[in-house]
């Protein structure tokens, strides 16, 4: 018996390190030729997850309203609760993935997001339910922060857009099917197995991420978190969102809706100065003095404003046209099919002479001339689904490139934090593309349909023509980082 007190305690002592430390993956995986494919389609788990939990959960609403007798501004809150921490969480995640690894995050963010749905789809109480959505929105953020940067750090440098255009891809592809699952599941078995969707999912990219992810190399340590600034920047990220939905209708007095204006604004500057005097700041704000940075964050947010826009318009003014929420769901596939489309074969069909800023001015000028001329052809499903296919592919021609000269223009040991940006800028765009819209058709009044779909394609035009800015202020860019940071 004595024999084995050591080897016991040797195991013993290693599930701390299993648990807190990453595993490089194995030599015959790491030695092939293509493994870098293999990461990137494992993040594409992460990626097409997230956006079919984006798209999919709003199915769930009339379900819910019935079964837990709520109203539909109480049922919102499964959305918009997990939105809020999102946001809020994404740059807290990027910052510690850049100090402990963006592997362990990564499947650690897997871990939580698939217990939370499987909690989400046993929930008893619509309150419960709220609850288990934040935690959700807290594994979703761990991936969501590490995706970018797993994605740029494995592949080679002259196929890191090509690597960000598949993960794009994978999210639109989650996007086109949301509604069409959603609504299948919740007719078919109830919704509660929207949420327990993910499990088998989650497990299967969890195994996957285990052997397949490369161990980060290069780590961006700080002795201290700063808890101050996430406080701040939470606070900022909520009352900019709830102010922004508590003006598109909700019952909300006036002043209520400037006090959260105002307490955001206010916490965005308290933010900005203590990460100019933390030591060791929540952000390095330096990193956005690089144009290519900026820039191509503007681009970002106002990019999936754009996307994701469209997909309150078009039921609203199909619907109230006459049609059905099935002709709308089938219209609104062309959107997510063209973005899907174009970031996959854009680097086929292009010639490589087109830089990356080339790229974003071409996906930006269709993305500015599509939405001119749904401000003067008729909004009816014949003419929405060319126009719509044809803004998806302006996306995806945009998307990719400019996430491109974002990542390239940040040093690979801030890459989760990098990340945490894009996905940050995305989310922001995510949420105001729906609260935009959303405002736009509130202040036309009910029945005002052609009213309120003018107001809201002009909001998204002027989106695009930012994107165009961005595009044409934005540098090349070029990656920093040497060859020894990147990962194994």
Known sequence: MGGDTKPRRARSRSWPVLLTQERARP?????????????????????????????IVTLTYGSLRGEFRASLAAVEWVSLAYLLALVA???????????????????????????????????????????????????????????????????????MRTALGVQAAAQALGLALGPTVGGALVSAVGWRWVFGINVPIGIIALVAGHYLLPRTRSHNRADRFDWPGLALLSVATTSLLLGVSAASGLPVPPWAVALLFTTAAGADWAFVQRQLRAPAPLLDLTLLRARAVSTG??????????????????????????????????????????????????????????????????????????????????????????????LGVGLGTFTPANN??????????????????????RGLGTALGVALVTLQLHLAGDGAGRDGWLRAIAVLAAAAGIMLVAAWLSPAGRRTASEGSRQE
């Open 297 to 390: 964050l503007a681009g970002a947010l106002c990019g999936y404003l754009v996307l994701f826009g469209p997909l309150v318009l078009v039921p609203e003014a199909l619907v109230e046209a006459g049609g059905s929420e099935l002709t709308a769901g089938l219209v609104l596939t062309a959107l997510p099919a063209g973005f899907a489309l174009a970031a996959t074969v854009a680097d086929q069909v292009l010639p490589r002479a087109v830089s990356d800023r080339g790229r974003c001015l071409l996906g930006a000028a269709i993305c500015a001339g599509t939405l001119g001329a749904m401000l003067v052809l008729p909004a009816t499903a014949g003419w929405l689904v060319p126009q719509l296919a044809v």
């Open 27 to 55: 030599d015959r995986i790491r030695e092939r030729p293509g493994a870098w494919w293999l990461a990137v389609a494992t993040v594409c788990f992460g990626a097409f997850m997230g956006q079919l939990d984006a798209s």
């Open 404 to 425: 491109t000269l974002v990542m390239g223009a940040i040093p690979a040991n801030c890459s989760g934090t990098g990340g945490g940006l894009v996905n940050m800028a």
């Open 89 to 159: 969480l994404l740059i807290p995640a990027g910052r510690l993935s850049d100090a402990h690894g963006r592997k362990l995050f990564y499947l650690y963010g897997f871990v939580v997001f698939t217990a939370a749905s499987a909690a989400c789809g046993l929930a008893p109480s619509l309150a419960t339910l709220v609850v288990f959505r934040v935690v959700q929105a807290a594994g979703a953020a761990m991936m969501q922060a590490n995706s970018v940067a797993l994605v740029t750090t494995s592949a080679p440098r002259g196929k």
